[in-house]
């Protein structure tokens, strides 16, 4: 039976490369191992006192070289992934269970080709006189036509389940991937009304919702790597595509047609241009954000409302959906975080500024505005609520307290941290006590104060981890395994009780060994989705890789 090739030696950072090596891919994404080993000293076993609780913030500040002012704190008026070196994959558990968070390498996140120009293109990028000034909120093969022939995956379009037990009612094989090539990516799941649409190597696909069949298909030039923007509008969706991923089109994902495309400024013709690039769709604006460079466009007409090169702030990753979020980095050691104006070209109503020595990697809410602040050797350290440019509360992580799961280390990769208006909700990381009991639970937050609220434990012997709201509440997921047949349940937001939602089919731990790398879970119209971004190269005829398992 093959087995993915053996992980890299070091995780990848997040935010752009320092300019020394790329990074290998991200860890999967999901749960932990199926055995973790027994945990000599639980915190979980015992109940203690809330004052006690042991799921409770450290007091410590967790930046220990910069200091959290109290709030408010005075705000200033790849692969998409991280570009894996193709032979390098992470191991995986079943279905996507992935590995504890690790921290970063050293080295900053600045994303300017410094040493990367001279070590990896010996001089290819000799860019000088050919860099492009526009700043945001300053002033070649088409795809092919389609075979055949809303929204992206929020999470708080539910809908009540087509069926309390979920059995799989279709999926989606897999491409095959070439020995020589290791490896594909196709970030980005969309949903019409009619259709759920999936980027896939070198084409993009709208399947029907209850049926799976396929109804339309547009083929297109890529590479295996490029990205897209994981939001939608008004059945819109944007991809990067390109032999060198260096032009985005807009697909109508309703009729199943390429409505435009363009080609990213500032190309210099080495094949790593427009690597590292982070998109998202907020309303009618587009974002691209790449390796050296970013540029906006208007969605419905791709007007350009904004591009930047070289400069000493440079946007450094993007996150769309109810708004549009831009992480700036000016320098290796001072990172803001921006809530842009999309009405306009571009220009930020307000920005933070984090403390001196932390890093924003990444954006779980655009509104309200939370992102997940890290230094530089622990990826996330932080949940910070940014209102009017000003830090309203923050919320310590710890160290290995929480499950942070993410498909990749793009600022909008993170699934199960999730925020509505009034709350943080995190997932607590999985152990396995002496007795073999699976302890795991979800905590409660207030954004307005960072203060924990409650903490919610299964009764049963199961993880879980938050995947969307449902009818006011949060849903979350129990995932079924060997020993255990998985379930929706819900959390009430003000106490957190836990009730029954709907239960998975026996069978349906068997069916979710069949994923990819850096799996992801999407609940959309009473349908369960479980999506494979990263699909590997195998000769195992028994693992047959699916992008897409619908349970309903």
């Not at 259709?195 to 083929?219: C, F, H, R």
């Not at 890290?374 to 990826?379: D, L, R």
């Amino acid at each position: 039976m093959s087995q993915p090739p053996p992980p890299p030696g070091n995780p990848p950072p997040y935010g752009k490369p320092d300019g020394t090596t790329p990074p290998p891919p991200p860890p999967g994404y999901g749960y932990p191992a199926q055995t973790p080993p027994p945990v000599a000293d639980n915190p979980y076993a015992t109940p203690v006192p809330p004052a006690q609780n042991p799921y409770a913030a450290p007091t410590q500040p967790a930046f220990p070289q910069a200091q959290f002012p109290p709030p408010p704190y005075s705000g200033q008026p790849q692969p998409p992934y991280g570009q894996p070196p193709y032979g390098q994959i992470p191991p995986q558990g079943p279905y996507g269970y992935g590995y504890p968070q690790q921290p970063p390498p050293s080295g900053g996140g600045r994303k300017k080709l410094t040493a990367i120009v001279a070590a990896v293109v010996v001089g290819v990028l000799v860019i000088a006189g050919g860099v492009y000034l526009a700043t945001r909120g300053g002033g070649g093969g088409d795809p092919k036509p389609p075979v055949a022939s809303s929204g992206g995956p929020t999470r708080t379009a539910g809908g009540a389940p087509q069926n309390r037990n979920l059995a799989l009612k279709w999926s989606k094989p897999a491409d095959t991937v070439a020995e020589k090539d290791n490896l594909k990516d196709s970030v980005g799941v969309w949903f019409t009304d009619k259709y759920v649409v999936k980027n896939e190597i070198g084409k993009v696909v709208g399947y029907d919702l209850a049926t799976g069949a396929q109804a339309w298909s547009i083929p297109f030039t890529s590479r295996g790597d490029c990205t897209a923007a994981r939001d939608s509008y008004n059945d819109t969706a944007a991809i990067q595509y390109g032999a060198s991923c260096e032009k985005v089109m807009a697909v109508d994902l309703a009729a199943g047609r390429t409505l435009w495309s363009v080609t990213l400024p500032g190309a210099t013709g080495s094949s790593i241009d427009f690597d590292y690039t982070e998109m998202a769709i907020s309303g009618n604006t587009v974002g691209v954000d790449w390796l050296n460079g970013s540029a906006g466009y208007r969605l419905t007409d791709h007007k350009q409302l904004w591009s930047s090169g070289n400069g000493d702030c440079e946007d450094d990753g993007y996150a769309g959906g109810k708004q549009f979020v831009a992480v700036v980095n000016c320098g290796y050691d001072t990172y803001k975080v921006q809530l842009i104006d999309t009405a306009g070209n571009g220009a930020p109503k307000w920005s933070w500024t984090a403390p001196t020595g932390t890093k924003v990697n990444a954006i779980v809410s655009t509104d309200p505005v939370v992102v997940l602040l890290g230094t530089e050797g622990t990826t996330f350290t932080d949940a910070a609520t940014i209102v009017g440019g000003r830090l309203q509360s923050r919320v310590s992580l710890g160290t290995d307290k929480y499950d942070i799961d993410n498909d990749g280390t793009e600022k909008q990769s993170v699934h199960n941290v999730l925020a509505d208006s009034t709350t943080l909700y995190l997932t607590l990381r999985s152990q396995t006590d002496s007795n073999g009991k699976v302890l795991s639970g979800i905590v409660a937050f207030n954004l307005s104060d960072g203060k924990q609220k409650w903490v919610a434990k299964p009764a049963d012997n199961h993880a879980i981890s938050g995947l969307a709201f449902q009818d006011g509440k949060l849903l979350a997921f129990e995932p079924p395994d060997y020993e255990v047949q998985g379930k929706l349940v819900t959390l009430d937001p003000a106490t957190g009780t836990i009730s029954p939602y709907a239960s998975f089919s026996a069978d349906a731990y068997q069916q979710m060994e069949n994923g990819g790398l850096h799996d992801y879970f999407v609940w959309h119209g009473g349908q369960f989705y479980y999506v494979s971004r990263t699909v590997y190269s195998s000769a195992d005829v028994e693992r047959h890789q699916q992008y897409l398992q619908v349970f309903g």
